[in-house]
């Protein structure tokens, strides 16, 4: 965000007693320095922040939301298992405001949950199960992303039994989902494999840049790509 012209990095907010506090929130550019990261919301009181950015847990997304209220932003957050209470909280906020929620913000992976809901609704026979792996300290299982290709899989009319939602973890994997349809002499798989973080975090700024100017409503990655709303 810091190196692209379009963008404007004007604050970052991390957890109290983070290692992170007092750095710069990117390396210095053309720009100029970075803002320096700080523990404090107050830091967004009197800027002119347009979208906030949540990656973290579920008091983060609490602040957050905080953030938005303050300065009258848009909100896109991209964390994950999030408690219900705070999921209606979002709810009610894209009534103000534009509120994008995604499990992942892969560009990749909102095209592959339009096709699995395509394949889906083509093989409404086939047996269907899905296949999740993260690196070892990833802390929900199945993955929000997982959960995600589940529902547009039975969007789709796939029958897709919670058992058949299997999470593996172990090792460095950044993230992988594969979905198999099964039917009588073949079968058919479709996979996303992240292979670096940075994919998120250029999805989320394409996500940001298209949240800009927004009206009020409740948005997810398919919509950024165009695609129809399922």
């Given at each position: 965000?810091?190196?692209?012209?379009?963008?404007m990095l004007v604050g970052a907010v991390e957890r109290a007693g983070s290692g992170a506090l007092s750095r710069?929130?990117?390396?210095?550019?053309?720009?100029?320095?970075a803002p320096?990261?700080?523990?404090?919301?107050a830091v967004f009181a009197a800027s002119c922040a347009d979208v906030v950015i949540d990656f973290s847990g579920n008091s983060g997304t609490l602040a957050a939301?905080?953030?938005?209220?303050?300065?009258g932003a848009s909100l896109l957050?991209?964390?994950?298992?999030?408690?219900?209470?705070?999921?209606?909280?979002?709810?009610?906020?894209?009534?103000?405001?534009?509120v994008l929620l995604a499990p992942n913000t892969s560009l990749g992976v909102a095209a592959l949950a339009d096709l699995v809901r395509r394949a889906a609704a083509l093989l409404k026979n086939y047996d269907c199960s899905l296949v999740e792996s993260h690196h070892i300290h990833k802390k929900d299982a199945p993955s929000?992303?997982?959960?995600?290709?589940?529902?547009?899989?039975?969007n789709g009319g796939a029958q897709l039994p919670d058992h058949q939602i299997l999470?593996?973890?172990?090792?460095?994997?950044?993230?992988?989902?594969?979905?198999?349809?099964?039917?009588?002499?073949?079968?058919?798989?479709?996979?996303?494999?992240?292979?670096?973080?940075?994919?998120?975090?250029?999805?989320?700024?394409?996500?940001?840049?298209?949240?800009n100017g927004?009206?009020?409503?409740?948005?997810?990655?398919?919509?950024?790509?165009?695609?129809?709303?399922?």
């Amino acid at each position: 965000a810091h190196d692209e012209e379009r963008f404007m990095l004007v604050g970052a907010v991390e957890r109290a007693g983070s290692g992170a506090l007092s750095r710069h929130a990117a390396v210095e550019s053309t720009k100029g320095p970075a803002p320096k990261i700080t523990d404090s919301a107050a830091v967004f009181a009197a800027s002119c922040a347009d979208v906030v950015i949540d990656f973290s847990g579920n008091s983060g997304t609490l602040a957050a939301v905080d953030i938005s209220r303050r300065v009258g932003a848009s909100l896109l957050v991209g964390t994950t298992a999030l408690e219900p209470a705070t999921r209606d909280l979002l709810r009610a906020e894209s009534r103000s405001r534009a509120v994008l929620l995604a499990p992942n913000t892969s560009l990749g992976v909102a095209a592959l949950a339009d096709l699995v809901r395509r394949a889906a609704a083509l093989l409404k026979n086939y047996d269907c199960s899905l296949v999740e792996s993260h690196h070892i300290h990833k802390k929900d299982a199945p993955s929000g992303t997982a959960l995600r290709l589940a529902d547009a899989a039975r969007n789709g009319g796939a029958q897709l039994p919670d058992h058949q939602i299997l999470a593996i973890r172990g090792g460095d994997v950044v993230g992988e989902h594969t979905l198999r349809f099964a039917g009588p002499g073949e079968y058919l798989e479709l996979t996303h494999r992240a292979t670096s973080r940075d994919v998120f975090v250029r999805g989320a700024l394409q996500a940001a840049a298209w949240l800009n100017g927004r009206a009020p409503g409740w948005w997810n990655m398919e919509d950024v790509l165009g695609l129809e709303a399922r």
